[in-house]
């Protein structure tokens, strides 16, 4: 069971990073990851995985060091977590979780916090199981966000989403605004490519901001700094299949109905 391994600076350019295995259209987003991640190491960023071809990963670090818009003093900050396929139900993710709340206890903090949708986002944890585990919700915004927190003494302080979330908008009012980052492999080559020429066709403005700093991210208007999509200013989804010109309107109507 506990065949999982850590990618660090030495390892990571031989190491798969589970997203994109066999996505060769996605192959320079998925090296933006790894350069993201050796980065980031250097701030106590950790992805672990299962030793094995498969999608079975936790990736968390310090939540003030993380590329999120949430202020979390003291605590570890879980992004992506991920078992898939065979794996599922067979004690990986519990197990997963518990390597990082064993870090969280050894190194002092007051627990771990993640952001969620109040519904099943794409490329988010399950909120469903993760509460089930004992995380709670400690804030929730209109967009259809929630911050969740396992703390580890009820006395310890909450974390909290910033100011640049909470009204649920953009700046930018005409057309299509994305945010994105490296943090995913596949958000760059969908950013960039496909939804230039989905934009197009439906006549839409359409305007791609690349998260490029840790700053920028933890002052982003969406919680989803992986990819975000708004429409004249409101936020829509975090389904990176809206870009593609076969998925925009089933995305889009969906979301309306």
Request: glycine share 6%; proline share 4%; net charge positive.
């Amino acid at each position: 069971m506990e065949n999982f391994i850590d990618l660090n600076t030495e390892n990571i350019g031989s190491e798969h990073i589970c997203c994109a295995i066999s996505d060769k259209k996605c192959v320079d987003s998925y090296q933006a990851k790894k350069d993201w991640l050796r980065k980031e190491f250097n701030n106590g960023y950790v992805f672990r995985r299962l030793n094995e071809r498969a999608k079975v990963f936790i990736e968390y670090g310090p939540a003030e060091k993380a590329w999120i818009p949430v202020t979390a003093p003291n605590y570890l900050n879980v992004n992506c977590f991920w078992v898939s396929g065979k794996y599922k139900k067979s004690g990986y993710g519990k197990a997963l979780l518990k390597s990082a709340l064993d870090d969280a206890k050894q190194q002092g903090k007051n627990g771990l916090v993640t952001v969620v949708g109040t519904k099943k986002f794409h490329f988010m944890s399950d909120t469903k199981w993760l509460l089930k585990q004992g995380f709670k919700e400690v804030e929730r915004i209109s967009s259809g966000f929630s911050l969740l927190a396992l703390k580890f003494e009820d006395s310890m302080e909450d974390p909290a989403f910033n100011e640049s979330v909470r009204s649920g908008e953009c700046p930018e009012r005409n057309g299509i605004v994305v945010y994105y980052s490296n943090r995913c492999p596949f958000a760059e080559f969908h950013a960039k490519e496909s939804l230039i020429e989905t934009a197009q066709k439906r006549n839409l403005p359409l305007k791609v901001i690349k998260l490029k700093t840790m700053e920028e991210a933890q002052n982003c208007p969406s919680p989803a700094t992986i990819f975000s999509l708004f429409l004249n200013g409101k936020f829509m989804t975090t389904d990176l299949s809206v870009c593609m010109d076969s998925r925009y309107d089933k995305v889009m109507d969906k979301l309306r109905a």
